[in-house]
């Protein structure tokens, strides 16, 4: 669904919600037919036209608080190394 702009997304699912084929709607936009059913899909599934994995990356393995700790030990004593 990348080539297909958040305003070209919004007129597909308001094409589809009135009617419009998909063939239809392809022609209208000057967009595929499977990019017409991508973004129809993903609003019958998730009720929004983005892509359901934005979130998919790894996971942060430090916490805030963890962090904050780090930047603070580090400011104190910035010549020491971490030992072995």
């Not at 991508?38 to 983005?50: A, I, L, N, P």
Request: contains cysteine; aromatic residues 2%; charged residues 25%.
């Amino acid at each position: 669904m990348g080539d297909v702009s958040d305003f070209q997304r919004g007129r597909i699912v308001g094409a589809c919600l009135a009617g419009t084929s998909v063939t239809k709607m392809a022609n209208l936009l000057g967009v595929s037919r499977a990019a017409v059913s991508k973004v129809m899909k993903s609003y019958t599934h998730h009720g929004r036209t983005s892509s359901a994995k934005r979130n998919s990356g790894q996971k942060q393995k430090l916490s805030e608080r963890d962090c904050h700790t780090l930047k603070k030990i580090v400011s104190m004593n910035q010549r020491s190394t971490a030992q072995r």
